[in-house]
């Protein structure tokens, strides 16, 4: 059997190695507990939650030098991207090979999203203003709703507490590429602030590959506000807010410039009735507006808010065992220079969680009723179950159902829409492995989703509903060999369409079917090096699979060292040998860059 390059390149990089043992410290320093509050909505650590989980911190953030969520965000298990062009432009991102409306996108709770495309604009989320994202793997409408057949991302700010603490750091490098952060938080034993800004701009490169060789830069210029404050011994209120305008310019005869606007706004009450009780009330509301020109004239606008009100409580019944109670209401309203049919609907959701535990094995149990004011009922449900087995082995099974209704392009954007559309339905089961080896720490997640009533388009008919099957398979470790620290992630996907039409067995479009991220890091006295290689097989940019994308191979390569006590200077090159790739057909990608960063931040 014939294999290509990247999965050969899989198979080595997952084979365990029986040199350079590690020390106790060394081996303690990986993170194997990470606290994550997404899979659950409560607090657990991540092999507690039974879910695939990944976690991507400030650290990471400022080790890889990522200048977009896309960038930092690549080739981590179950993720890939399709982009129409470099910094500012389109990006879609799919999860375990589902659609790209498929993931329900959160900012420190609050639910982000366009309500006429479906998508987050991860293009537009100022990567300088993050603290934190964790990516929850597999189906969770049965905690979130609509929307979350492929995962959950949450995106988390910071939150500040102790001593106050600033931070501020530019940057620079090719296609004109400017960019700025500075930030302060702290707080006292009852209160805490974080105040963040951010500034990013390039003069950009063509967009498309075609007759125009214009520049198409991009800018955005950001702000987030977080603060809380204790009300008492049991009581706590917080607010935050990240507001983001960003512009574009792309290439395009009815429009060539965007101006966008993403902001959340959220309130939360906390209250701790008694050890037995925590209640939880949460108000928040998002915004996605975009008006887009052609030479500097409006053709369009596009405003869509997402008002949220959530209400959640936790119940100790005793020795691990957690009962979660909760409701949610969700509103959506379209205000647009096009003329939607309908413009507004809105959606109630009741769920309930049990987690609970005994001796060596975990379940977790979770049922959601949704009554949306156009589909109508929906309910959905999970069942996870986990098992602590000998020399640090842990497997876990879980099965879910999700659910998505149709975005209003979907249903009524003048010559696409159709309203005739039913909302998409799935369901998914996975198994997943983890443990130790002499070097780290592995696991691996194999999962089945199939996917009905999927809102698919081919670019020459109305929108329409067919069926999916997904397999596939991820994989991560995390060790040291010596002196390096490794992580390694990979994932093989078969994206099948399975309608009964002409692209019955055909793979979903703009998809991988491979991809393998590897990161490297060292210290060498004052310096600190690392690499990044990221590589993703072939994917077809139409239903009808009669555009391919080659696949391609990546190598980045930074640096960085302390110039004294506050103050850090590190560089990265980007696309090392100037690789010439594609996500979708047509829209370039970087080519190799080479960027710098000076940064002060006070050692306390």
């Known amino acids: 059997m014939q294999r290509s390059p990247l999965a050969i390149a899989l198979a080595l990089c997952f084979t365990p190695l029986a040199s350079h043992a590690q020390s106790d410290t060394q081996r303690d320093a990986l993170p194997l507990q990470e606290i994550v509050v997404t899979a659950t909505r409560t607090a657990r650590t991540a092999d507690a939650s039974l879910a695939a989980v990944s976690v991507v911190t400030r650290r990471d953030?400022?080790?890889?030098?990522?200048?977009?969520?896309?960038?930092?965000?690549?080739?981590?298990?179950?993720?890939?991207?399709?982009?129409?062009?470099?910094?500012?432009?389109?990006?879609?991102?799919?999860?375990?090979?589902?659609?790209?409306?498929?993931?329900?996108?959160?900012?420190?709770?609050?639910?982000?999203?366009?309500?006429?495309?479906?998508?987050?604009a991860f293009q537009d989320l100022p990567v300088d203003l993050i603290e934190r994202i964790e990516i929850v793997r597999g189906p969770?409408?049965?905690?979130?709703?609509?929307?979350?057949?492929?995962?959950?991302?949450?995106?988390?700010?910071?939150?500040?507490?102790?001593?106050?603490?600033?931070?501020?750091?530019?940057?620079?490098?090719?296609?004109?590429?400017?960019?700025?952060?500075?930030?302060?938080?702290?707080?006292?034993?009852?209160?805490?602030y974080s105040v963040a800004a951010a500034y990013f701009h390039d003069d950009g490169f063509s967009?498309?590959?075609?007759?125009?060789?214009?520049?198409?830069?991009?800018?955005?210029?950001?702000?987030?506000?977080?603060?809380?404050?204790?009300?008492?011994?049991?009581?706590?209120?917080?607010?935050?807010?990240?507001?983001?305008?960003?512009a574009t310019h792309y290439d395009g005869s009815f429009q060539n410039e965007s101006e966008s606007l993403q902001q959340a706004l959220g309130v939360t009450l906390k209250h701790r009735f008694s050890d037995l009780w925590n209640t939880r009330l949460s108000l928040g509301q998002s915004r996605d507006e975009s008006d887009s020109f052609l030479n500097g004239v409006l053709t369009g606008r596009y405003d869509t808010r997402r008002g949220t009100l959530s209400w959640q409580n936790d119940l100790n019944l005793g020795e691990?065992?957690?009962?979660?109670?909760?409701?949610?209401?969700?509103?959506?309203?379209v205000d647009s220079t096009t003329a939607y049919t309908v413009s507004q609907r809105d959606n109630t959701g009741l769920y309930a969680q049990l987690q609970a535990a005994a001796g060596a094995h975990d379940l977790r149990l979770s049922l959601r009723h949704d009554q949306n004011s156009q589909f109508g009922g929906h309910l959905t449900g999970n069942a996870a179950w986990g098992m602590r087995l000998a020399d640090g082995l842990a497997a876990r099974l879980g099965y879910g159902t999700a659910f998505k209704a149709p975005t209003f392009n979907e249903l009524y954007?003048?010559?696409?829409?159709?309203?005739?559309?039913?909302?998409?339905?799935?369901?998914?089961?996975?198994?997943?492995?983890?443990?130790?080896?002499?070097?780290g720490v592995w696991s691996a997640t194999v999962f089945d989703s199939r996917i009905s009533d999927l809102i698919s388009f081919d670019g020459t008919t109305n929108p329409s509903n067919a069926t999916a099957r997904i397999l596939g398979l991820e994989a991560e470790t995390r060790l040291i060999l010596g002196n390096w620290e490794v992580k390694a992630q990979a994932t093989l996907q078969d994206p099948e369409n399975r309608s009964n039409t002409a692209n019955q067995g055909k793979k979903l479009?703009?998809?991988?079917?491979?991809?393998?991220?590897?990161?490297?890091?060292?210290?060498?006295?004052?310096w600190?090096?690392?690499?990044?290689?990221?590589?993703e097989g072939k994917r077809y940019d139409n239903l009808a699979n009669t555009t391919r994308l080659p696949g391609y191979g990546l190598i980045d390569l930074r640096t960085e060292t302390r110039?004294?006590?506050?103050?850090?200077?590190?560089?990265?090159?980007?696309?090392l040998f100037d690789k010439r790739y594609y996500t979708v057909a047509g829209y370039n990608q970087p080519g190799a860059g080479l960027y710098l960063t000076l940064r002060w931040q006070p050692k306390k």
């Open 207 to 246: 967009a498309q590959n075609g007759t125009e060789t214009d520049r198409d830069g991009a800018r955005n210029a950001s702000i987030n506000l977080r603060g809380q404050r204790r009300l008492g011994a049991d009581t706590e209120i917080e607010a935050h807010l990240m507001h983001a305008n960003a």
């Open 413 to 439: 954007f003048p010559g696409f829409g159709n309203p005739a559309l039913l909302p998409e339905k799935s369901s998914s089961l996975e198994a997943g492995l983890s443990g130790r080896h002499p070097l």
């Open 61 to 120: 953030i400022e080790r890889l030098q990522a200048t977009s969520v896309p960038e930092l965000l690549a080739g981590l298990p179950g993720i890939t991207f399709s982009r129409n062009g470099g910094a500012g432009k389109s990006a879609s991102l799919f999860l375990r090979g589902a659609e790209s409306d498929h993931v329900v996108v959160l900012l420190d709770g609050v639910k982000l999203g366009s309500a006429t495309t479906g998508q987050t």
């Open 528 to 535: 600190r090096v690392g690499a990044t290689l990221r590589g």
């Open 320 to 333: 691990r065992r957690t009962l979660t109670l909760g409701a949610d209401h969700q509103d959506d309203r």
């Open 509 to 526: 479009s703009r998809r991988a079917s491979e991809s393998l991220r590897i990161d490297l890091d060292r210290d060498y006295g004052p």
């Open 563 to 575: 110039l004294a006590k506050d103050w850090t200077l590190a560089g990265k090159i980007e696309n």
């Open 140 to 192: 969770l409408s049965s905690l979130y709703g609509s929307e979350a057949i492929g995962g959950v991302i949450q995106i988390f700010t910071k939150r500040g507490r102790g001593e106050a603490q600033p931070d501020v750091s530019v940057s620079a490098g090719r296609y004109g590429t400017r960019q700025g952060r500075a930030a302060l938080s702290g707080g006292g034993e009852d209160y805490g």
